[in-house]
């Protein structure tokens, strides 16, 4: 990789025509007075820098479960899967992780497999890192048929500024490990809910990186992991 492409990501066409808006408003600043202008071009590359979509290396081994999304583990906590999706409706350990609006928020399956179901539900804009946020927030589900038939539920929610879930598969579509799925405007959550008896791999507090931090593995025998912030 060169020393440019450290610094300067592929943007994901879902932010084109928003760039394009505050580049015209930009220049537009510069016409009116300088310092609009700056403040305009400051919050177009922040909206260039919110809509990358940089390549990741997702790891392939058969079992592992990847993070959905850039940000921090917010809650690790049993809960019941949205409805809709056909899914059992009993407790499941749930990782949430939680996405500022500095996190690239390009979303990317954690397994291989099929989409068996989608159910979208609108809802409120509370903060996203509440608990309460899974049940009362607008949010996009979808339950993933792997090979061994077990299902595992990925979760869209939006957030305290987020006005917009993106879903890019339909119902019955395959999908890889880090695959593309989705995208959430400005600010929001990813809830992963892990099949019955799989424990997960990392903790509250841990940074996670979208197609590449490993939330766990179906082959693993290891106890839920503890961790400390230092």
């Not at 690239?104 to 989608?118: D, F, K, M, S, T």
């Not at 609108?122 to 299902?151: C, H, T, V, W, Y």
């Not at 879903?167 to 995208?183: A, D, P, S």
């Not at 766990?216 to 992991?225: F, N, Q, T, W, Y």
């Amino acid at each position: 990789m060169t020393m440019l492409g450290t610094f300067i990501k592929p943007m994901h066409r879902e932010g084109i025509r928003f760039v394009a808006i505050l580049a015209a408003v930009t220049v537009l600043g510069f016409w009116l007075w300088a310092p609009l202008g700056w403040l305009g071009l400051g919050l177009t590359i922040w909206c260039y820098y919110f809509f990358r979509d940089p390549k990741r290396a997702t790891p392939t081994r058969e079992g592992l479960i990847v993070s959905p999304a850039d940000g921090v583990v917010s809650l690790i906590e049993p809960a019941v899967p949205p409805a809709g999706l056909g899914m059992e409706d009993r407790p499941l350990t749930r990782v949430s992780v939680f996405m500022s609006v500095f996190n690239c928020h390009v979303n990317r399956a954690p397994v291989a497999g099929e989409v068996a179901a989608i159910a979208y539900r609108p809802g409120k804009f509370l903060n996203a890192s509440l608990d309460k946020a899974s049940q009362d927030n607008e949010r996009n589900a979808l339950a993933i048929r792997m090979a061994d038939g077990r299902k595992l539920a990925v979760v869209q929610i939006a957030g305290l500024v987020a006005r917009r879930i993106v879903c890019f598969v339909k119902e019955g579509q395959g999908l890889q490990t880090g695959e593309r799925f989705g995208l959430i405007r400005f600010g929001s959550r990813l809830d992963v809910y892990l099949p019955e008896g799989v424990a997960p791999l990392v903790c509250l507090g841990q940074t996670m990186v979208a197609g590449e931090t490993v939330i766990a593995d179906l082959r693993s025998d290891e106890p839920a992991r503890q961790g400390r912030i230092e």
